[in-house]
């Protein structure tokens, strides 16, 4: 059963706020992905850990912080957002990063909206 | 550059058959995969290609030509339901998932 969730489904939160998007997987996959998606465009890569440690970071600004402490679970901290920030965020985990035919399966995504 | 085209939107009929198109040019080429966005809703997989020729899976087929730099995912016996974004991703050489922009599938009844 491929299963990621992701709380919370909605967040509105202020430019002074910090809030923290969480996410878990109990697939056994090793590498989590944390993606950004703007109405009618494709899921943008933020940041990919792969066994428990940051492998990539997209030139993401320091307001988001991503944290996985442990195999199954993987957060992102949001800090002094802006509007702009106001996305979906997805939330993905697959088997292992690096791999051919690595498929991603997503979460259902937090609605965060920055006012 | 790394690029990957689809067509923005397309109209089919319930119970026809619709063929979306990808074509795609990158760094390397690691396999093809296809995913379906309903609105408001995260992707969800539908397929993945690495060899050339056509892989069936229900009302969904998926085809690849490597040396065209070419993909389409093939929808029969169209529903309702089916209403949705497909997107095509490339993963480069670097095992790095390159996205087109997505198709916007209508189904008219």
């Known amino acids: 059963d491929t299963e990621v969730t992701q709380t919370p489904k909605h967040l509105v939160m202020g430019m002074t706020n910090k809030k923290s998007l969480k996410c878990e997987q109990h697939m056994g996959h090793r590498a989590m992905y944390w993606y950004k998606q703007k109405a009618k465009k494709p899921p943008e890569l933020m940041f990919v850990y792969s066994y428990e440690k940051l492998s990539i970071n997209e030139s993401v600004p320091s307001r988001f912080s991503p944290e996985c402490p442990n195999s199954s679970l993987l957060n992102l901290h949001l800090h002094a957002l802006q509007p702009e920030d106001s996305a979906l965020y997805l939330c993905a985990s697959s088997q292992e990063q690096g791999l051919s035919g690595n498929t991603i399966y997503f979460g259902e995504g937090s609605w965060l909206t920055v006012v | 550059g790394q690029n990957i085209d689809q067509p923005t939107e397309m109209t089919a009929t319930e119970g026809a058959i619709v063929q979306i198109n990808c074509t795609y040019q990158t760094s390397g080429f690691n396999g093809l995969f296809w995913y379906q966005q309903h609105a408001g809703e995260a992707p969800t997989f539908l397929s993945y290609?690495?060899l050339d020729g056509l892989e069936e899976k229900g009302r969904f087929s998926s085809f690849l030509s490597r040396s065209k730099g070419y993909s389409y995912l093939l929808l029969k016996e169209l529903q309702m339901k089916d209403s949705a974004s497909y997107l095509c991703a490339v993963e480069d050489s670097n095992y790095q998932l390159i996205w087109g922009a997505g198709t916007k599938l209508i189904i008219k009844p």
């Open positions: 290609n690495v």
